[in-house]
């Protein structure tokens, strides 16, 4: 059977809890996965992987190369997730490209934006945790439950409510929230695999010792998108 290759789109730092919370995660992928981080300023063609997790860890050291790599997985249809940073530039690319805020920044490497659709949380949640409550019918949902959880971050930055219609107008489907934290994850239905969440799903198997159903989720979607490129 050929290997299913996740690429870890971001850039690797062991100083970061989050990171050694992903290589634990590494740890715990089916033995047909072959997992790979991908350098912002060093990343591979597209082609070279079936499915791609946008780590956190923002800014990258090239932003835009983080952002093409979301469109073109958007596009092309190819599983993607985005945690914390991943999920504040999945909803940057989504505004720009899809619904029409051409001008939409983020507050962190573009502060004072004439469209701030990525700006400061209502409270930093650096190393805080917060109740995570799904919404019903989503696909999130379907994979966590439909009760609340307790969900762990790192980032002072999220979703600017003043925009949350008009990605959903487009088509984003809102698909958690959390206090202080507003809009927690994103997803979009016509897509095979596309979701994102503020918090971090790899830091809870630091304590389960077991693959987070998200992630587990992004390796299926990966798994069944490399089968169709395979020959029979």
């Given amino acids: 059977m050929a290997e299913t290759r996740l690429a870890l789109l971001g850039d690797r730092n062991l100083e ?25 300023d060093a990343q591979p063609p597209l082609e070279a992987a079936d499915a791609v997790w946008v ?61 701030p659709v990525v700006a400061p949380l209502a409270c930093s949640l650096v190393g805080q945790r917060r109740d995570v409550r799904p919404v019903p019918g989503t696909r999130l949902a379907q994979l966590v439950g439909e009760q609340p959880f307790s969900g762990f971050h790192f980032c002072s930055y999220g979703l600017n409510d003043e925009y949350r219609d008009a990605l959903a107008s487009a088509g984003l489907i809102i698909s958690a929230y959390a206090d202080d934290a507003g809009v927690e994850g994103i997803e979009l239905p016509s897509h095979p695999f596309y979701m994102a969440t503020l918090f971090q799903p790899q830091m809870e198997s630091l304590s389960s010792g077991l693959l987070h159903p998200i992630l587990g989720a992004l390796i299926e979607a990966g798994r069944a998108a490399r089968s169709q490129l395979s020959p029979t």
Wanted: proline share 7%.
């Fill in 16 to 40: 970061y809890e989050t990171h050694r919370a992903v290589e634990h995660t590494l740890t715990l992928l089916p033995a047909d996965v072959e997992a790979a981080w991908w350098p912002s």
């Fill in 55 to 115: 780590v956190p860890g923002s800014p990258y050291r090239d932003d835009d190369a983080v952002l093409r790599t979301i469109e073109l997985c958007r596009t092309r249809g190819r599983p993607i997730l985005g945690t914390c940073g991943g999920c504040q530039y999945m909803l940057l690319e989504f505004a720009r490209n899809v619904a029409g805020l051409d001008r939409a920044s983020h507050d962190e490497t573009a502060p004072g934006g004439d469209q």
